[in-house]
């Protein structure tokens, strides 16, 4: 069975520029979640998706946004980028959200903002 | 304020004997804890989860423990081995209205596991 996958996986920008991350998650499951990991602040909860519509966000700007299509999976995108947007993206995926559900991860993308 | 503390600093346990890893919270009230491991550059991976009405699971050489009046949970790895050496993760899961509202992770704690 297919991980879930995360595209692409090295991302550079320059400040100011847009980013558009990918996330398919696994197979039969509904939802997605993305965090950021940033060197030293450990993951912060980004945006959940389920079924299509967001669920939830973190203490994150609204330049941070995405959406999930009706296969679940689902892209990120960040708009007016800065330096401190320079961070490992992770893409996570589960059975419908009822938490307890355990998330698995991909194995990310790394965005560099020069 | 909200808060989820793990051991800051590397923790280097010898092989063979048994890693301890804590999980203190506050201002918090978790329905369920999670564990993840974190090799460096992947992303983490599911180990053990445990729920409020818990005090302990065990999973192979894996124990977790959950004291929601200390706000503390514990890690156990026993017969620690240098492949154990990685970063773990606890992440605590609230539910409020009709569902949960995701997971909030610790910092982590990263264990040697010295030969």
């Known amino acids: 069975e297919a991980g879930v996958t995360q595209s692409p996986t090295h991302l550079i920008k320059t400040r100011g520029q847009q980013a558009t991350l990918r996330c398919s998650p696994i197979s039969g499951h509904t939802s997605v979640y993305w965090y950021q990991q940033a060197l030293g602040l450990g993951l912060q909860f980004l945006l959940w998706?389920?079924?299509?519509?967001?669920?939830n966000r973190g203490n994150f700007p609204p330049r941070f946004s995405g959406r999930q299509f009706p296969n679940y999976s689902s892209e990120l995108n960040v708009n007016a980028l800065e330096l401190e947007d320079s961070a490992l993206y992770l893409c996570a995926s589960s059975l419908a959200n009822v938490g307890y559900n355990e998330q698995f991860f991909g194995p990310g993308t790394r965005l560099t903002v020069l | 304020s909200q808060k989820i503390e793990q051991n800051s600093e590397a923790l280097n346990i010898q092989e063979g004997k048994t890693a301890t890893l804590t999980c203190n919270y506050t201002?918090?009230?978790?329905?369920?804890l999670q564990w993840y491991r974190q090799d460096p550059g992947r992303g983490p991976v599911f180990l053990l989860l445990?729920?409020?009405?818990?005090k302990e699971k065990r999973k192979e050489r894996l124990k977790v423990t959950f004291d929601t009046t200390l706000k503390q949970s514990l890690f156990h790895i026993t017969a620690s081995q240098p492949a154990d050496s990685a970063t773990y993760l606890c992440?605590?899961?609230?539910?409020?209205?009709?569902?949960?509202?995701?997971?909030?992770f610790g910092k982590g704690t990263h264990l040697i596991i010295q030969p």
């Open positions: 998706y389920d079924e299509g519509e967001e669920r």
């Open positions: 992440a605590l899961v609230s539910l409020s209205g009709g569902g949960a509202d995701g997971l909030t």
């Open positions: 445990i729920r409020e009405n818990e």
């Open positions: 201002n918090y009230s978790p329905a369920y």
